[in-house]
């Protein structure tokens, strides 16, 4: 009832979400993200920008409007994106790649957008369940592709001291993880 009532009374504006990525008519989000938003009677709406560019989707009406909330990043425009966001996570700035933009506003009422990558922590909090927070000498992961979230991976690993083994299609790009990350 009292969210009932704050909807009627325009304190809780409409937001619209997004998940941003190119060939993702197979994503669930905007069915799960909406789904939450009506079972916790948020007047948000989630849904699909699948582009080419980033360029499209920071030129077109979602990333635009007034009551933009956020958006999912997902392939291929997780480093792409990161040149369109007001502040970068630590997180987004050391692995180099975002996974969710979101919407703030200062204490001025602008707009800030941050981009951060929690993609690393799906890596993390398991693992860390599983060989603790510290690495025994010899603990290593096996980090698989090239692209953000084996950068995720690799920051993942890295930051519980295991040890790192790449392997990428394309061994130049491995050797850059392994160059970067260790």
């Not at 009292?2 to 409409?14: D, F, K, V």
């Not at 980033?54 to 997780?78: L, M, R, Y």
């Not at 953000?148 to 790009?173: I, M, Q």
Request: aromatic letters at 8%; charged letters at 20%; hydrophobic letters at 40%.
């Amino acid at each position: 009832e009292i969210m009932a009532g704050r909807l009627l009374t325009g304190q809780i504006p409409s937001e619209r979400y997004a998940i941003l990525g190119r060939n993702i008519a197979y994503s669930v989000s905007p069915q799960m993200q909406g789904g939450a938003f009506a079972a916790a009677k948020l007047p948000h709406t989630y849904v699909r920008a699948d582009v080419e560019t980033v360029q499209e989707f920071v030129d077109g009406p979602i990333w635009n409007d007034a009551n933009f909330g956020g958006c999912s990043v997902t392939i291929p425009h997780k480093q792409s994106i990161m040149d369109h966001v007001d502040v970068l996570t630590d997180a987004a700035r050391e692995i180099g790649s975002v996974n969710t933009v979101i919407v703030r506003k200062d204490k001025f009422g602008t707009r800030v957008l941050i981009g951060d990558n929690t993609d690393w922590r799906g890596v993390y909090n398991p693992l860390s369940r599983r060989v603790g927070t510290e690495a025994v000498a010899g603990d290593a992961a096996l980090i698989l592709g090239g692209g953000g979230t084996a950068r995720a991976a690799a920051y993942a690993a890295a930051r519980l001291g295991l040890d790192r083994v790449y392997h990428n299609r394309t061994p130049s790009k491995a050797q850059d993880l392994a160059d970067e990350f260790g």
